[in-house]
């Protein structure tokens, strides 16, 4: 088989072909074929869903090879699942109008269980648990490996006038459906390419000493190795090289606690637009300067971030400029979920990414990527125990204010949620964890000493998750993000101990 035929896609196989009712056989490790035949899968799929407009994942009997194996792509990279079984389902069932490759043109009303947890081998043959798959991607997985089974859809159909014309198909249940995202793949795939070379490719690396002590196998992905410090950068530029691109001519208007703002006033820097960032009459002192640096004509108003936040959006409305709100505007989730397209893009195996959650951007750019590029890595979020409202309000479904946000994380200080974040957010959170201050130091001054790096309070809270939180993560393959380094000199000594 040459290089050409490697890659070519495999012709599909149609319900009247005796294959498909063989049981697959399992995949032996190691197999010197494998590499070859899942480029070959991955065209097949790649190739069908060109042509006809659907296609998530395909088992690998219906393109003729006999083997258990489910190929998948859910709109980022595509992936597969050898040997996959389902280790637990629920009891709750829901019904859907399923579809197939190998049946054309028709649906089939079906039961399935609402959801289930997968076991299964990676490409290096790494063993990975997919838990809790939500209603649309548990059905997508039953069908599949009913495939593997020799059991096509039409052998469950389920009541009278249960096969259709697939034209005549009916509306799926809202839980069936695959949810609808504000966030594009293709846009944070695009973004990864296109976002400036200064906040691109940051250091990510196995840390050894920081592993140890934390007892997991620990990635840091290093987002203070940029012009500003932070992670915010990223998103700043997709958002402000959209609205200059559409003609606009600004005064940009924002609110920050430092980070967001030295963010838009470099971007609105470079596009040639003026800026003016409301902050808190508290804000770090470094952080007030910086954005001054960059640009930036800077208004103290408030006791803390959402106040000078409600005071920048009433400047705004009359007439001051145009307001964009971290957390509100799509472009800048999407570039911060660029920071997920790097760190997985080298096929790390992980079990979790722990990302801070504060106005909730990064952590919906990441998620949004995460759960279609490596759906089995579990998103975890962290919060300050002292600024609990976005926790509040993943937990809940809900907006849920807090009167005050009190934590030396100014960064995640949030205490009015942004609706338009939790809605991303929505479905892409494994889990919310709470951390102390006590834990955040605690973590600043490990990554101080193992890492050689100074980050501020919010900057380290995921490693303070994982200080908190051990036995949640002992012995796991985690990633974290170090997401701000902007430390006022006056906190040096008494947070770092110097």
Request: glycine share 8%.
């Amino acid at each position: 088989m040459d290089t050409h035929d490697d890659d070519a896609p495999l012709p599909i196989l149609t319900d009247d072909d005796p294959r498909l009712a063989r049981v697959a056989a399992p995949v032996v490790l190691p197999d010197p074929t494998l590499p070859a035949t899942l480029r070959r899968l991955h065209a097949t799929l790649a190739d069908f869903r060109a042509r006809h407009g659907f296609g998530r994942a395909m088992a690998a009997p219906q393109a003729g090879i006999g083997k258990r194996i489910v190929v998948a792509n859910l709109g980022a990279t595509p992936f597969a699942l050898l040997n996959p079984r389902v280790v637990w389902r629920s009891d709750e069932t829901i019904e859907v109008w399923d579809d197939c490759l190998s049946v054309p043109g028709r649906c089939v009303r079906v039961r399935r269980h609402r959801s289930i947890d997968l076991d299964y081998e990676d490409e290096l043959g790494r063993t990975r648990r997919w838990r809790d798959l939500p209603p649309d991607l548990s059905e997508l997985m039953q069908h599949e490996l009913d495939h593997l089974d020799g059991v096509m859809m039409t052998s469950r159909a389920e009541g009278p006038d249960a096969i259709r014309p697939l034209a005549e198909r009916p509306p799926q249940t809202p839980e069936a459906a695959p949810p609808a995202r504000r966030l594009s793949l293709a846009r944070i795939d695009a973004a990864a390419r296109a976002i400036p070379a200064g906040y691109r490719d940051t250091p990510q690396y196995d840390c050894g000493p920081l592993s140890e002590a934390l007892g997991c196998r620990l990635t840091i992905k290093i987002e203070t190795a940029n012009p500003i410090r932070s992670f915010k950068g990223r998103g700043a530029a997709v958002l402000v090289r959209a609205l200059a691109a559409a003609g606009e001519r600004g005064p940009i208007v924002c609110a920050s606690a430092g980070n967001w703002g030295q963010a838009v006033a470099v971007a609105c820097r470079d596009a040639g637009l003026p800026v003016v960032v409301y902050a808190s009459v508290n804000a770090n002192p470094l952080k007030v300067a910086r954005m001054r640096a960059f640009g930036a004509q800077v208004r103290q108003q408030g006791d803390d971030f959402d106040a000078a936040k409600a005071a920048a959006r009433a400047f705004a409305a009359a007439g001051g400029g145009r307001w964009v709100e971290d957390g509100r505007e799509a472009e800048v989730a999407e570039g911060h979920g660029t920071i997920a397209v790097e760190l997985l893009a080298r096929g790390d195996a992980f079990d979790a990414i722990v990302v801070p959650l504060g106005n909730g951007a990064m952590l919906a750019g990441i998620a949004r990527w995460t759960k279609a590029a490596s759906p089995a890595t579990r998103v975890v979020a962290v919060c300050a125990r002292g600024a609990p409202s976005m926790a509040d309000s993943l937990r809940e479904g809900r907006v849920v204010e807090t009167a005050r946000a009190d934590t030396i994380a100014d960064g995640i200080a949030v205490r009015v949620p942004v609706p338009e974040a939790l809605e991303d957010l929505a479905g892409l959170v494994d889990e919310v964890l709470l951390v102390d201050d006590d834990r955040i130091v605690d973590a600043m001054r490990l990554v101080h000493a193992h890492a050689g790096l100074v980050l501020e309070p919010s900057g380290a809270v995921g490693v303070a998750a994982l200080l908190q939180h051990r036995a949640r993560f002992e012995g796991a393959s985690v990633a974290t993000v170090l997401c701000g380094g902007n430390l006022a000199e006056a906190d040096r000594a008494s947070l770092l101990g110097e």
